[in-house]
């Protein structure tokens, strides 16, 4: 099975300042189909999660463009450039290449 | 609209079973692949069974293989997600996703307790 580990787990950051999230799975997530499936997921306490980011890169319909994914391979990363009080909840990357999906544990943000 | 909507959680004693169910609307489960994934209290997001378009393959984690079936019905456009011989910590909501580039469709989701 594919393991996706998330750095760091806890991420405390002041108001409009930039916040990054890590995640690195144990194989690569490139598909046979050449795309990498690796998504980014918000979830807001209380509420189901919602999709951020698929394919690494491409912001889901709604999302704000200061939210924006990158990497390849292994390793991947997701990048809110001013962090707003709405962004407040724990964000998970998630591998759909390998058919047995897998989440990371989550990381959660919140304000200082 | 796009929607899911779960039903059929509820409490259970070890070793019993439920049957949870997902409606979709606004599109057919039959053209996507389709999951269900759940949340125990105070955790994670834990993939739990997956179905592609054909309705043939399908795939489980490992701590329910054997014990959970998912299935679908194309004609009450639903999905659903047997599960026999529960255990403590199967405790969790369950929610029912639309797979499609990442998981893109969330329903609200179905609170699942086991417990004597």
């Known amino acids: 099975d594919i393991v996706m580990t998330q750095t760091p787990l806890s991420s405390p950051v002041t108001l409009g300042q930039p916040a990054s999230i890590s995640c690195r799975s144990s194989q690569s997530l490139v598909h046979s189909d050449g795309n990498t499936h690796l998504s980014w997921l918000q979830q807001r306490p209380g509420q189901p999660p919602r999709l951020l980011i698929y394919?690494?890169?491409n912001r889901f319909s709604g999302v704000p463009d200061r939210f924006s994914g990158s990497g390849a391979g292994t390793d991947f990363t997701l990048k809110i450039s001013r962090v707003e009080a709405e962004d407040v909840g724990v964000y998970y990357c998630?591998?759909?290449?390998?058919?047995?999906?897998?989440f990371g544990q989550g990381t959660r943000l919140e304000i200082k | 609209e796009v929607q899911l909507v779960e039903s059929g959680g509820g409490l259970v004693q070890p070793g019993g079973s439920l049957r949870l169910s997902c409606v979709a609307y606004?599109?057919?489960?039959?053209?996507?692949?389709m999951s269900w994934v759940r949340q125990a209290p105070g955790k994670g997001l834990e993939w739990v069974a997956n179905m592609k378009e054909d309705g043939i393959e399908k795939y489980y984690v490992d701590s329910v293989k054997g014990r959970f079936t998912i299935s679908r019905d194309n004609a009450k456009n639903s999905l659903f997600l047997q599960m026999d011989s529960l255990r403590a910590e199967d405790t969790a909501v369950y929610y029912c996703?639309?797979?499609?580039?990442?998981?893109?469709?969330w329903g609200q989701g179905t609170t699942v307790t086991v417990s004597s």
């Open positions: 394919r690494v890169s």
């Open positions: 998630m591998q759909a290449t390998h058919p047995m999906y897998t």
């Open positions: 996703v639309r797979a499609i580039q990442g998981m893109d469709v």
């Open positions: 606004g599109f057919s489960v039959s053209s996507h692949w």
